[in-house]
């Protein structure tokens, strides 16, 4: 009767109808008393296993209308104000204001405090909470232990009760749980994936959003300064050294404006990162620190649309920064695309230049001693900063914007990914990774030759890959590749 989730008159009902005498409803009340601490005390257990295999867990709690399915109740627990932090990093006595501090405890606390504050706000207003009989928590302990243990679990709770396990129960719960495997055995094949994304359309493909960007329709054309184009340094400062790494700091300055937001990271800062830049992030009160100050810092989005929004207002703006081709971009670009913002970002970039290949073109190491930018703004214009701020980097590093540079310096920001559009020819020895990163700094993705190619065959080709200073060996490769995939 509990694992079915009836109640007396619902089992009766069945009984009846299966012309079964029925059996009195207060025999089957006191039978579920009496089993009731059995299912909970094995709930109880399961969940306690289901701790220890999950090893850091996490859960938020709501209340919803079982009718309506729409919030009838909701709370907020904070432990910080961010008047009272300004306030107290300044060394001053804080203004009266409405403080939103209302938590002092621990984070999990916060949770069930929360429900018990939605609950009783509800029976305060009259409305009936199901809490007060063991049935309703036999019920939801049957359903946990079916969510856990799979349906099998009635076994093991009749067993413990000293009841028979049930030769027949036994077989419908193997057979029930069986189901279940079977579905997610056959989701996991790529026979299934591949006709989902097929019924499903483009939409649901992956990484569609980073698709978007190419524009197929219009081939670039060589790039030649109009002398219209903005220079904007940018810098970022991270969690370690990886390309996964989070972001703590990003800066911009295009030599009026200076763009400095601090980022909230969602991993532990390495002690050396934190070392060389001087920033902390506690976890426990979501604070971050820059040389034990505090610092405001905001959630990645947020950042990164603010970001957006400070390049959109530059005419042609174009990159520069320090290494930014093996370090900075391809961060950037992963936050980007985590938040599909790479697109919106794609529209209002121009193209990057990397000076630290500027810096090795012009002087020779000899000479200078390393490529750095902390020895370069030392030597050159003879100023010493604070080199692992990104604030300092971006300010500093536009002092040396006299680097010459042309056209053939600029590539996309989206280079890597232009590059891997050509593994296929790679793979074959149609090209060199050489010649496809030549292409992609270029601005050309394979899609782009596919369309010349198409639109006027070999001639198509030749009067891109000649504008963009490639030779006819590389013509001839991309035409067999093209002529071989249509046949």
Not at 160 to 174: A, F
Not at 255 to 266: A, H, K, L, M
């Amino acid at each position: 009767m509990i694992n079915a989730g009836m109640g007396p008159s619902h089992v009766n009902n069945f009984l009846t109808g299966c012309n079964i005498p029925p059996v009195d409803a207060s025999t089957l009340r006191k039978k579920q008393k009496e089993l009731a601490p059995v299912i909970i005390e094995a709930a109880e257990a399961s969940c306690k296993e289901a701790q220890r295999e999950e090893l850091e867990c996490s859960g938020h709690a709501s209340l919803i209308g079982v009718n309506t399915g729409k919030v009838v109740e909701f709370d907020v627990r904070t432990r910080n104000c961010s008047i009272c932090q300004y306030h107290i990093g300044k060394n001053e006595p804080k203004p009266p204001h409405e403080c939103n501090v209302n938590w002092t405890g621990s984070s999990k606390g916060m949770e069930p405090d929360m429900a018990c504050s939605m609950i009783q706000r509800l029976a305060e207003d009259g409305y009936t909470v199901l809490w007060r009989t063991k049935s309703l928590k036999a019920r939801v302990s049957s359903a946990v232990m079916q969510k856990n243990e799979g349906y099998g679990w009635l076994s093991k709770v009749n067993k413990k009760s000293l009841l028979s396990p049930g030769h027949l129960t036994i077989l419908h719960g193997i057979r029930k749980d069986r189901r279940p495997k079977q579905i997610r055995k056959t989701q996991s094949t790529t026979n299934f994936k591949r006709k989902r994304l097929t019924i499903k359309g483009d939409t649901y493909g992956g990484e569609i959003e980073v698709q978007e960007h190419i524009d197929t329709e219009t081939i670039p054309s060589k790039m030649k300064f109009e002398g219209e184009e903005s220079v904007v340094v940018f810098d970022l400062e991270t969690t370690g050294l990886s390309r996964k790494s989070d972001i703590t700091q990003l800066a911009a300055f295009d030599g009026t404006t200076v763009f400095n937001e601090y980022v909230s990271p969602r991993e532990v800062i390495s002690p050396k990162v934190s070392e060389l830049t001087g920033l902390t992030f506690d976890f426990s009160c979501d604070q971050m620190y820059h040389h034990g100050i505090p610092v405001e810092s905001r959630d990645i989005q947020i950042v990164l649309l603010k970001f957006i929004d400070f390049i959109s207002k530059k005419k042609k703006p174009i990159l520069f920064g320090h290494n930014i081709a093996a370090f900075d971009i391809p961060i950037l670009m992963n936050k980007l695309r985590q938040h599909s913002l790479l697109s919106e970002f794609l529209l209002h970039i121009y193209g990057c230049i990397d000076t630290i290949k500027l810096a090795k073109r012009k002087f020779k190491t000899k000479d200078i001693g390393n490529h750095k930018q902390q020895t370069l703004v030392t030597k050159l214009l003879g100023i010493e900063y604070d080199a692992h701020n990104a604030c300092a980097d971006v300010t500093s590093l536009f002092q040396l914007e006299h680097f010459e540079y042309s056209e053939k310096d600029v590539f996309p920001f989206n280079a890597a990914l232009l590059t891997d559009s050509y593994i296929p020819l790679i793979r074959a020895s149609h090209i060199t990774k050489l010649t496809a990163r030549q292409l992609a700094h270029s601005g050309l993705c394979l899609k782009h030759l596919q369309l010349a190619f198409n639109r006027d065959s070999e001639n198509g080709l030749k009067s891109i890959l000649l504008e963009h200073g490639f030779n006819a060996k590389t013509v001839t490769s991309f035409t067999k590749y093209f002529t071989c995939t249509e046949e």
